[in-house]
């Protein structure tokens, strides 16, 4: 059984000249424990993509058109209300962003950021939360001793390597 069933995908953002079709008709499905890479030149659509499996093109005015489908085991995730895509964000689902300086809040410490994103997706408290995000930094290779340092700290490679700690702390499928 697929993880993921992506059927006749069609994305639409709503621009001053009309509708611009982002996603035209993307297929494929994802299996469990598989790595799939969507290929394609500069502006086919690849981000956009893998936005709408996190529920992220309707912050930005994209529309999945209908006949459009996402199953998440085999569940329509475009029917999703706001509370179940919080809850499937981060523990069923998460997205390692490339720009990794976007995705980091530079007012908090990066375990302070990473220690928040378990709590709220799991109950543990805050302290159990930030010994666990010094773990998920270790395993990324960053030193238990700058988990209480900030973004602007860190190279670009070690704000990515952040990033990732922070995806997988909660363990998406």
């Known amino acids: 059984m697929s993880l993921y069933e992506i059927e006749n995908l069609h994305i ?11 996603v035209r008709g993307v297929s494929f499905d994802i299996r469990e424990n598989e790595c799939v890479a969507l290929v394609g030149e500069s502006g086919c659509g690849k981000s956009v993509t ?7 093109t309707q912050v930005t005015g994209g529309k999945c058109l209908p006949g459009s489908e996402i199953r998440y085991q ?24 490339q720009d990794a300086m976007t995705a980091l809040n530079p007012t908090m410490t990066v375990a302070d950021q990473i220690a928040e994103a378990i709590r709220n997706h799991k ?10 995000a010094i773990r998920m930094l ?6 238990a001793e700058r988990a209480f340092e900030y ?23």
């Open 12 to 22: 639409h953002f709503p621009t001053r000249r009309g509708m611009v079709e982002a």
């Open 50 to 56: 893998a936005r709408s499996l996190m529920g992220l």
């Open 138 to 143: 270790e395993t990324v290779r960053i030193p």
């Open 74 to 97: 085999g569940e329509n995730i475009l029917a999703f209300s706001e509370k179940q895509w919080r809850d499937y964000r981060g523990r069923s689902a998460a997205m390692i962003f």
């Open 123 to 132: 109950r543990i408290s805050k302290h159990a939360a930030k010994l666990e």
């Open 151 to 173: 973004p602007h700290q860190f190279s670009g490679g070690m704000k990515q390597r952040v990033v990732i700690a922070m995806t997988l702390a909660c363990n998406p499928k």
